[in-house]
């Protein structure tokens, strides 16, 4: 199949995201480069897709700065609560140090919020960078109502995705792999495959997607795994809004493989037309996706 067919399919994907809402679950973290839970929900909703973000900031500029941002992408905030004696947590601090724990008061609201949202959603992501807001332990009580129970149900972790169960998808990079399953991949391709099937036998999801330096492997079910070429690395933030379009693309029921090209094709045109306007957004994806592409399956 030709690069430019395959592109061409990939377009009723992207069609079919305005017809989808995905709620994220997140931690919300502050800085320059915009991550985790902001950069979920934003590109969510800069492709079309209706979106319910869940998750706390602190009442300080930080906080603020985030749920002014949300406001005008005219996404709803009110699952992200502004609670007292919380620092929003900056991009450069160490993850894994949990700001949300035990019996933290806010995770009751989150827990509620989450579920509400979720019983509207064919998705829902936990994008968790280790300050509680989106822990295994968070999504245990949320899902034990059943409210996600038969809809796409997707994560990337940081730290600890090992820990997360009965899960329909999920995301991981290398050094999360490692991480995970106590295995050295550095960038070796094999040991990438391999430690990509085996972060989805562990998981016992449907389909997991490894993030390598230079491409992804997507594993599912149906289908033997499939390698993409990336032309440039991902960062942390790209992962974020990589996660998020994949779970909102297999809600749409698409094939892992074109999902996880569509959510590839999707990180690197945002990361690099940043400056094009929101309501036009949608139809330069449309011409990308239709002509050249960074992304090339092996």
Not at 19 to 30: C, E, K, Q, Y
Not at 98 to 118: M, Q, S, T, V, W
Not at 140 to 162: D, M, P, Y
Not at 179 to 188: L, P, Q, V
Request: charged share 25%; glycine share 6%.
């Amino acid at each position: 199949m030709k690069k430019h067919d395959a592109n061409e399919r990939l377009v009723p994907v992207l069609e079919a995201l305005s017809d989808i809402t995905v709620t994220v679950v997140a931690d919300f973290v502050s800085g320059e480069r915009k991550c985790a839970g902001l950069a979920a929900a934003a590109t969510l909703a800069q492709v079309g897709v209706n979106v319910f973000p869940v998750g706390v900031v602190g009442e300080d500029a930080a906080g603020q700065q985030i749920q002014h941002r949300l406001q005008e992408l005219h996404i709803s905030t009110s699952g992200v609560d502004r609670i007292k004696k919380y620092s929003t947590p900056r991009a450069e601090q160490v993850a894994g140090v949990e700001l949300l724990h035990g019996e933290h008061p806010a995770l009751l609201n989150l827990i509620e919020h989450a579920r509400k949202f979720a019983s509207a959603s064919e998705a829902m992501y936990l994008c968790d960078h280790g300050f509680g807001a989106a822990s295994p332990r968070a999504l245990n009580f949320i899902k034990s109502n059943g409210c996600v129970r038969e809809k796409t149900l997707a994560a990337r972790s940081t730290a600890r995705l090992a820990d997360f169960e009965q899960l329909s998808a999920a995301i991981g990079t290398a050094a999360e792999m490692e991480k995970a399953i106590d295995i050295e991949i550095g960038e070796s391709a094999e040991k990438l495959r391999v430690a990509g099937d085996g972060m989805k036998q562990e998981l016992k999801v449907d389909v997991f997607l490894a993030v390598g330096n230079d491409s992804l492997l997507a594993f599912s079910d149906r289908h033997k795994p499939m390698s993409f070429e990336i032309a440039e690395p991902f960062s942390s933030a790209d992962v974020d809004v990589l996660g998020a379009i994949f779970a909102a693309a297999l809600a749409t029921d698409a094939d892992a493989a074109d999902a996880a090209q569509l959510a590839a094709q999707v990180t690197l045109f945002l990361r690099r037309e940043s400056a094009v306007a929101q309501r036009e957004r949608r139809e330069a994806l449309i011409e990308f996706l239709s002509g050249k592409s960074a992304v090339r399956s092996r």
